[in-house]
């Protein structure tokens, strides 16, 4: 049976409504009543097994261990960065120890995929600045442990300045059709030059570790307030 669209229902978009709760500090509420939600269940599930457990059989520890592992799994099919916007990066960089690391009770294991979505999504976006420092870090790491792609990137950006410096000398500005053919060459030579000296294996492996530490970060990473919540004015 088909039912009708109701013309007095109100329709609010994801990102207002997301927007909304964060603002209002609803969203760190709905973290935490979730985990608690959860906590809850497993034990009620621990309760209502205790005769299994006498039998030696307690199926409430496979059932958790395989929603563990289907969380885990998930974090596969995030995209951390799909609702991270210019804005983001803005600002203060949030405290490397109180804000981004926090202590020990700031993590906990999240209890459904959709839980794991909405740390990381968050989570990114309050931390956007930590994030892309980290990126930056172990992309210098990598470097140090490969000194070749080290000198093929520093050559790359010599051959830029180079080429910036003495084009304005030339005033290749006034003849544009030689300027994108040098342009292009110059394109050409940069990603030969990056490939012979093996940036791009560096530039992948920063890659990968930063999405593995971003992820794993983001999802386990408690929600805390942003700021107080927004309240009614007083009459």
Not at 108 to 126: F, G, I, L
Not at 131 to 144: E, I, K, Q, R, T
Not at 224 to 232: D, F, Y
Request: net charge neutral.
């Amino acid at each position: 049976m088909a039912f009708s669209a109701n013309p007095l229902a109100l329709s609010v978009p994801e990102p207002a409504f997301e927007s909304w709760l964060r603002d209002t500090g609803y969203l760190e509420v709905l973290d935490q009543k979730t985990s608690d939600l959860s906590a809850a269940a497993v034990s009620s599930d621990s309760a209502a097994t205790t005769s299994f457990s006498a039998a030696g059989i307690d199926p409430g520890v496979f059932i958790s261990l395989f929603n563990k592992l289907w969380t885990l799994i998930s974090l596969l099919t995030i995209n951390p960065v799909s609702k991270l916007s210019v804005g983001d990066f803005s600002g203060e960089t949030p405290a490397w120890t109180s804000g981004f690391i926090g202590g020990f009770d700031s993590y906990s294991y999240p209890s459904s995929p959709d839980q794991a979505r909405m740390r990381a999504h968050e989570n990114v976006k309050r931390y956007a600045k930590n994030y892309a420092s980290l990126v930056v870090l172990f992309f210098a790491c990598s470097l140090y442990q490969m000194p070749l792609a080290l000198f093929g990137l520093i050559s790359s950006l010599v051959l830029w300045d180079v080429f910036r410096c003495y084009g304005n000398h030339w005033g290749l500005d006034e003849y544009p059709v030689l300027k994108q053919t040098l342009f292009f060459i110059m394109q050409v030579g940069t990603a030969v030059l990056l490939m012979y000296f093996n940036v791009q294996t560096a530039l992948f492996c920063a890659v990968a570790v930063s999405y593995a530490v971003t992820i794993l970060h983001a999802s386990f990473r408690k929600l805390t307030p942003a700021k107080p919540p927004t309240r009614g004015r007083a009459k």
